[in-house]
């Protein structure tokens, strides 16, 4: 599969824990994203590295949520001290940098359960 | 500051039947608009770019730029288009990130 592939598929975690999502993005692609979604809503920007760089994070990224991606390859996501509100669906995705913007591919997503 | 509204949560249409789901931004500048599909089961995928002015699936979307719109539109609407559909904006070559500013998405239902 040489899509965007993303670990676990769905992680139950109690109240309090730590979690970490690893994404690994296409090999080609040099900008790789992490969304995530809520119930109803669409998918909602978190921050995004070019190669190893994370040039942008979103103030919904408090400061419990920390992501690397240290050789610009694969990127993880770790949620600290996990709240019920961190519950949702967790998207990565990756894209080239061209003059055209040719969208993202995103992986299937990580389903985080807060309990 | 960007944002995508999709006003239809629930789309429903018999087979057969035109189809046109509604997308409206708000952006100041010349964005880029796409179109996202999600089938049931499956990771959300790139349907249509409005800069490529494509046809995918039957589908077409026209970017107007007075009405800040961009509505997806097939003429007939088969069963297999049932998914959900998002909406979505980047800032284009003048926004560094191309990052993707979604709408809530329309569920389309096509009845047999």
């Known amino acids: 599969d040489t899509g965007v592939s993303q670990d676990p598929r769905h992680k139950i975690t109690k109240r309090g824990q730590n979690v970490t999502f690893r994404c690994d993005p296409i090999s080609e692609h040099n900008r790789l994203y992490w969304y995530r979604q809520t119930l109803g809503q669409g998918p909602e920007f978190l921050t995004y590295?070019?190669?190893?760089?994370?040039?942008?994070k979103s103030r919904l990224l408090s400061d419990r949520f920390s992501a690397e991606r240290p050789k610009g390859s694969f990127s993880t996501l770790e949620i600290q001290r996990t709240e019920q509100g961190d519950s949702a669906m967790y998207l990565c995705?990756?894209?080239?940098?061209?003059?055209?913007?040719?969208?993202?591919?995103f992986g299937s997503g990580t389903r985080l359960t807060v309990v | 500051a960007q944002r995508v509204t999709q006003p239809e949560k629930l789309l429903s249409v018999f087979k057969g039947a035109p189809v046109e789901l509604k997308c409206n931004y708000s952006?100041?500048?010349?964005?880029?608009l796409f179109w996202y599909v999600q089938y049931s089961r499956q990771r959300l995928q790139l349907l249509l770019r409005h800069i490529s002015r494509e046809s995918i699936k039957g589908f077409t979307a026209d970017l107007n730029k007075g009405e800040t719109s961009f509505h997806l539109k097939k003429p007939f609407a088969q069963e297999e288009d049932s998914a959900m559909y998002y909406c979505a904006l980047s800032p284009g070559r003048r926004g560094s990130n191309y990052k993707l500013t979604f709408g809530k998405g329309t569920l389309l239902t096509v009845n047999p």
């Open positions: 995705a990756s894209s080239l940098t061209l003059s055209a913007n040719y969208g993202y591919t």
């Open positions: 590295f070019q190669n190893e760089a994370q040039l942008e």
């Open positions: 952006y100041s500048g010349s964005p880029e």
